[in-house]
């Protein structure tokens, strides 16, 4: 109870409760001796009329009532916000290192989980620094900010790791990534998600969900990425291509190129960093092919994707807000967990590359990918089971 903001010495409900009557009535009485007071200085006719005058004083008292009641809430609520902000806005403005609340641990509990395949140890959200994670394809760093979506108070009131970057705005996480290629990618470059292959759903309403997202993600990214409900593993012969959300980088909501040791602080602020898609998408697409086409490994490439986190709430493990005050468990979609968020070059394709609507879908089978990264994520909201999870980690 002390962690969200009960404590021992925080009032009781049925006090506090109390203390709002008592005060509520006060403000009625003070109104009307105020109307009172005033009427009588100015000789009002009223004061002969017991009926129109008690009508009047009664009115006169509500209107004053709901006037200050209103009042303190809006100023309640806005300096609880303002206070909540400004206590997570890093001292002198955003610098390295900024990603903690003065005061604070350096994390504060939440039940998102990650960690980079093969694994390195697991990761939390909200992180002071970004995570470093190296293959034989490249070297990464990363960051994952998530809004306290499990502490509704802790969120209204900007009470959290990152405040400064996320309070006020419609995305619940962020991730940012940067990536540089120790081998220069020869084929496709995709960005997205992978879930554990297993039987699919049935269910109508499922099914209409899923249409749904994929409907909402057209709308936020565009029709280029790759959808696969995956191959059942129960009757498919040979490799079985697990059930994947697939898009190329130019569908990310914000990219930058920067030579090695000038790329920007992952844990600062962004605003005048690289270019952004909702800056006018033709325009970065068309910036982001260049980029494609000289992909160097001098350089470090900086990723960074939000477009559908309105809509996955992560550490509550649901989907939200497709259908209004509708909530699912995202296991109805993903399968199992955990999900994997993955960035891969597909061989067989080549750099830049526009698939043609009207051919075939090329399968995304892992035995093609040279992965760039690959992220396991979960929430112990719905963790994955005790045995596969160990098995992933290698414990």
Request: aromatic fraction near 6%; include cysteine.
């Given at each position: 109870?002390?962690?969200?903001?009960?404590?021992?010495?925080?009032?009781?409900?049925?006090?506090?409760?109390?203390?709002?009557?008592?005060?509520?009535?006060?403000?009625?009485?003070?109104?009307?001796?105020?109307?009172?007071?005033?009427?009588?200085?100015?000789?009002?006719?009223?004061?002969?009329?017991?009926?129109?005058?008690?009508?009047?004083?009664?009115?006169?008292?509500?209107?004053?009532?709901?006037?200050?009641?209103?009042?303190?809430?809006?100023?309640?609520?806005?300096?609880?916000?303002?206070?909540?902000?400004?206590?997570?806005?890093?001292?002198?403005?955003?610098r390295r290192g900024a990603g903690e609340p003065e005061g604070e641990p350096d994390v504060v509990e939440d039940s998102l989980r990650w960690s980079f395949m093969p694994s390195t140890g697991v990761m939390r959200a909200n992180t002071p620094q970004p995570v470093l994670g190296e293959n034989e394809f490249a070297r990464v760093k990363c960051l994952v900010m998530h809004r306290p979506t499990h502490e509704l108070d802790r969120d209204a009131a900007g009470n959290y790791p990152y405040s400064w970057h996320m309070h006020g705005r419609k995305r619940l996480w962020e991730v940012r990534v940067q990536v540089q290629f120790k081998m220069k990618p020869e084929?496709?470059?995709?960005?997205?998600?992978?879930?554990?292959?297993?039987?699919?759903?049935?269910?109508?309403?499922?099914?209409?969900?899923?249409?749904?997202?994929?409907?909402?993600?057209?709308?936020?990214?565009?029709k280029d990425f790759y959808q696969t409900a995956g191959d059942d593993p129960s009757t498919t012969t040979g490799e079985v291509e697990p059930p994947a959300f697939a898009m190329p980088l130019w569908a990310l909501d914000q990219f930058d190129v920067a030579d090695l040791g000038k790329e920007p602080d992952l844990t600062g602020d962004f605003s005048n960093v690289g270019i952004r898609r909702t800056n006018g998408l033709q325009a970065y697409v068309e910036a982001m092919q260049r980029d494609l086409d000289t992909l160097s490994c001098d350089k470090v490439y900086t990723l960074c994707f939000w477009?559908?986190?309105?809509?996955?709430?992560?550490?509550?493990?649901?989907?939200?807000?497709?259908?209004?005050?509708?909530?699912?468990?995202?296991?109805?979609?993903?399968?199992?967990?955990?999900?994997?968020?993955?960035?891969?070059?597909?061989?067989?394709?080549?750099?830049?590359?526009?698939?043609?609507?009207?051919?075939?879908?090329?399968?995304?089978?892992?035995?093609?990918?040279?992965?760039?990264?690959?992220?396991?994520?979960?929430?112990?909201?719905?963790?994955?089971?005790?045995?596969?999870?160990?098995?992933?980690?290698?414990?």
């Open positions: 109870a002390a962690a969200r903001g009960g404590g021992p010495n925080a009032a009781h409900p049925l006090t506090s409760g109390a203390s709002s009557v008592h005060g509520g009535m006060f403000r009625v009485v003070a109104s009307c001796v105020v109307a009172l007071a005033v009427l009588k200085q100015l000789d009002s006719p009223l004061l002969q009329r017991p009926g129109p005058f008690a009508l009047c004083v009664c009115v006169g008292a509500a209107l004053v009532l709901v006037v200050t009641s209103v009042a303190r809430a809006v100023r309640s609520k806005g300096s609880a916000a303002q206070e909540g902000r400004s206590k997570h806005l890093p001292k002198g403005g955003v084929n496709k470059i995709y960005f997205g998600l992978e879930m554990v292959p297993g039987p699919q759903s049935s269910k109508r309403m499922v099914k209409r969900i899923q249409g749904m997202l994929l409907a909402a993600i057209k709308r936020s990214i565009g477009g559908v986190s309105q809509f996955i709430d992560v550490i509550n493990w649901e989907f939200k807000g497709l259908i209004p005050g509708m909530r699912m468990d995202a296991n109805n979609l993903c399968g199992r967990p955990p999900v994997f968020v993955v960035m891969y070059q597909l061989h067989g394709t080549t750099p830049g590359e526009v698939e043609r609507e009207d051919a075939p879908p090329r399968k995304h089978y892992n035995s093609k990918k040279d992965y760039h990264f690959k992220v396991a994520l979960w929430s112990l909201a719905a963790p994955p089971e005790p045995g596969f999870l160990r098995q992933l980690l290698g414990d």
